[in-house]
């Protein structure tokens, strides 16, 4: 697992406060790195 966020169901500020967890890490990533992150965001419900 790349993106780091808890299990469970979110309101769209807690997706929020996800993302910009995450969004140093993703930023620094190569594009490799960059597209796994990625997939692992779009699965938070």
Do not use: C, H, Q, W
């Not at 995450?22 to 990625?38: C, D, E, M, P, V």
């Amino acid at each position: 697992m790349v993106a780091t966020f808890p299990k469970g169901v979110y309101k769209m500020t807690e997706r929020m406060s996800i993302i910009s967890a995450n969004s140093r890490r993703y930023r620094k990533a190569g594009r490799k790195l960059k597209g796994k992150i990625l997939d692992e965001l779009t699965l938070i419900e």
